[in-house]
């Protein structure tokens, strides 16, 4: 109810009109592609209990909006002097203006105050807890802090994790995959958090490390462990054709797959056939296909 094309369509049905094709009409923009579906969905009747309800609604979304309005115009008066700020923590991704003007809002105008970033992030709530037995440290609750604070760093991660080429999305990414995406939120919530804190007591402006950062950083470790991966990846291998098949045409072999075992240079398919891969020096890898075939050609392939 608060799109244009929204509000156009319940202005003309308050007007008079109920023709769904000139209702779909009204549509703006992408809804234009559309049409169709609009014109199903406007299918319909509006009774004399909803004329006399629209109005009302509408002049109370009216009013919200415009209490919205000033109580924005009366934040933007009041942080004036910290325009500076507000532009360097809106440069950091997930962070808008609103949320740069919370984060000033709950912490307050001079983030001195705390010595370091780690008192800032334990006043949050956003450090782990103290969990350790026989010198073992396992997972523990994040400590109690500051809840509005710390929901508003949470909402900015989840939308920093979907910016594109950006370190803090790699961080999202790299933690949800072994610990799920709510440790992973709370985790980038706390770097957010900490490069704010830089940013405004030490004066500088935010760089984007890259999503490749944590790859670069250890090349070798990276190249180990997708080495690896393809070792234990299947290799897809297609029968050949049934040497009596002729020119009958007859249906191929069924698709089989098989796994290259990283110490042995054995092919183990899984289905019908057997064959074995060996490593010339010369050449690369080939399969040498040696068929069993039972039963009547064509049948049970």
């Known amino acids: 109810m608060t799109g244009a094309s929204a509000r156009a369509i319940l202005q003309a049905l308050l007007a008079g009109e109920e023709a769904p094709a000139a209702l779909a009409d009204l549509a703006k923009g992408a809804l234009r592609h559309k049409l169709p579906e609009l014109q199903q969905a406007l299918e319909g009747r509006v009774g004399p209990h909803q004329r006399f309800l629209l109005p009302i609604q509408l002049a109370h979304l009216d009013g919200l909006e415009a209490l919205i309005e000033q109580v924005s115009a009366e934040i933007d008066a009041r942080l004036s002097p910290m325009v500076d700020e507000v532009r360097r923590l809106d440069a950091i991704p997930g962070v808008g203006r609103a949320t740069a003007e919370a984060l000033l809002a709950e912490v307050g105008p001079d983030w001195t105050r705390f010595p370091s970033s780690g008192q800032l992030a334990a006043w949050a709530g956003l450090t782990p807890g103290q969990d350790e037995s026989a ?15 710390r929901s508003i760093l949470v909402e900015a991660a989840n939308a920093a994790a979907r910016k594109r080429n950006s370190y803090l999305a790699a961080q999202f990414r790299r933690i949800a995959a072994r610990r ?3 440790k992973a939120a709370v985790a980038v919530a706390h770097s957010i958090l900490v490069i704010a804190y830089h940013l405004l007591t030490r004066g500088t402006e935010y760089e984007n490390l890259g999503a490749n950062y944590f790859d670069e950083r250890n090349r070798s470790r990276v190249e180990r462990r997708l080495t690896h991966r393809l070792e234990q990846l299947p290799v897809p291998c297609r029968a050949p054709p049934h040497p009596s098949a002729g020119a009958a045409g007859l249906p191929r072999g069924p698709r089989t797959q098989g796994r290259l075992s990283p110490t042995r240079s054995t092919f183990e398919p899984v289905g019908r056939f057997s064959g074995e891969i060996k490593q010339r020096p010369s050449e690369s890898w080939k399969v040498k296909w040696s068929t069993a075939w039972s039963g009547t050609p064509g049948a049970g392939w």
């Open 135 to 149: 010198g073992k440290r396992r997972s523990g609750r994040t400590r109690k802090g500051n809840r509005t604070l």
């Open 180 to 182: 799920g995406k709510k």
